[in-house]
């Protein structure tokens, strides 16, 4: 798991804090770039420079490699209706976005170790995919032998962050349901500004 330190460079790389965290260093003084030279105005970023940011941003905030991130991309591509909302649909269908936004973990990158050491079901069956895509009607739940885990208990009763429409989540903040997809990029709880269309043109370079 990246440390601390590690993810809060990714906030000053983008200029944004991407996940919201209270604990970014976007909230404090220190808002330049990471590196020696960070403090240098940043130059007027290309049209491609642009796409490629905002493709990096999502895979970040999804905590997704750009394989799994293209993968998905090539599914929303595929499937019937605009591209950029099938792709945001299909993120917030991932198994480890689930489990960071029903706040069973405090950061996406602590959710994606819940689901890869085993204590998240997916209508009781254990799976350690992050990027599994669940259906309209799964419950995810944790392992019997991980309710008590302390971390968990942490995130769940946290308020930093609130549970989008979409989702349902009951029996003290452990068991959840995808009530629906997301009608549009406005409706998914992104805490800093997110551009699905400047991706789908990065993509439409190379796919």
Known sequence: MPSSNA?????????????GRAKSPLNGKRNSRPGQHGSKRMKK???????LRA???????????????????KNAMNAKGDTGLNMVRILERTLVTFVYRMKLASTIF??????????????GKRVDKPSYLLAVGDVVTLAE???????????????????PGYYEVTEDGIVGKLLKFPD?????PYPSQMNMDLVVEYYSRSI
């Open 55 to 73: 493709k990096q941003m999502f895979r970040v905030y999804h905590n997704l490699r750009e394989k799994q991130f293209v993968r998905l991309f």
């Open 145 to 163: 032998k991980s309710k008590n885990i302390g971390n968990i208990r942490a995130a769940t009763e946290s308020e930093e962050r609130d549970v």
């Open 7 to 19: 993810k809060y460079k990714k906030d000053r790389s983008y200029g944004v804090n991407i996940w």
């Open 45 to 51: 970023l290309s049209n491609y420079a642009l796409q």
């Open 184 to 188: 549009n990029l406005d409706e998914v």
């Open 110 to 123: 602590a959710a994606r170790q819940l689901v890869v050491h085993h204590h998240v079901l997916v209508n």
